[in-house]
């Protein structure tokens, strides 16, 4: 069962447009939220997070919401650029026994900025 | 400041073989974990080590097994290798109190013939 879920696996957006990557989580647990970007051949890069404490983080070009009634984060691009073509990875934190922390993610969305 | 660094880079075994792939972490980390990407899935967490000991397995059979040196490097360990095993194996690393962000490294490709 997948607790972290990307219902879409692929976007395309035009340049200088909106992109809006959206992630749906289930276990009301996760406490910290992360979005990760991944070339083809690269391993996974931060990008931007939020805590459940919040309901938005802006960095830059990119802002994450959190909306926690509905369990629902969405990582918006603006404006999308050609170079921001790669898969989105959302993940989700949360607590387990012992202190320890797990993240859990999402399969992936994989966006395409057309020029 | 050095990435997470992984080798090699590309691997090619036979089915049954044993494959082993190797992690270092960032200086400072101390924890390593062990993620699977096979084609056309997501991540599949693997595996976890931190301070040495496994913190945390995920849904994979035994002959997936590693081990985390005193200088905080891993390995990953592949037994019987089969076709089902070829995919992207990334490590990645996170500081102390901090597992919530982690840093990949550029991972292996692994192809079982």
């Known amino acids: 069962d997948q607790q972290v879920k990307q219902n879409s696996p692929s976007l395309s957006v035009q340049e200088g447009r909106i992109s809006i990557l959206n992630c749906d989580y289930t276990?009301?647990?996760?406490?910290?939220f992360l979005w990760y970007k991944k070339y083809p051949a690269e391993g996974p890069t931060f990008l931007i997070s939020i805590s459940s404490i919040k309901d938005k983080n802006e960095d830059g070009r990119f802002t994450v919401f959190l909306n926690k009634s509905a369990k629902h984060l969405s990582l918006h691009i603006v404006p999308s650029q050609p170079g921001d073509s790669a898969v989105y990875f959302c993940?989700?934190?949360?607590?387990?026994?012992?202190?320890?922390?797990?993240?859990?993610w999402g399969l992936g969305t994989s966006l395409a900025v057309n020029p | 400041e050095a990435g997470v660094t992984q080798s090699p880079t590309h691997l090619i075994k036979t089915r049954g073989q044993q494959a082993t792939l190797r992690c270092s972490p960032i200086s400072g980390h101390t924890s390593v974990y062990w993620y699977q990407q096979a084609l056309g899935l997501g991540l599949q967490f693997l595996l976890w080590?931190?301070?040495?000991?496994?913190?945390n397995r995920g849904n994979f059979p035994p002959r997936f097994s590693g081990r985390q040196f005193p200088n905080y490097s891993s390995e990953l360990n592949v037994n019987a290798l089969e076709l089902e095993d070829s995919a992207l194996y990334l490590c990645?690393?996170?500081?102390?109190?901090?597992?919530?962000?982690?840093?990949f490294g550029p991972g292996t490709r692994l192809l079982v013939l």
């Open positions: 993940a989700a934190s949360s607590l387990h026994a012992g202190n320890n922390r797990k993240l859990i």
């Open positions: 990645a690393s996170s500081p102390p109190q901090a597992e919530e962000t982690q840093y």
């Open positions: 276990n009301s647990m996760f406490d910290y």
């Open positions: 080590y931190d301070e040495g000991e496994e913190r």
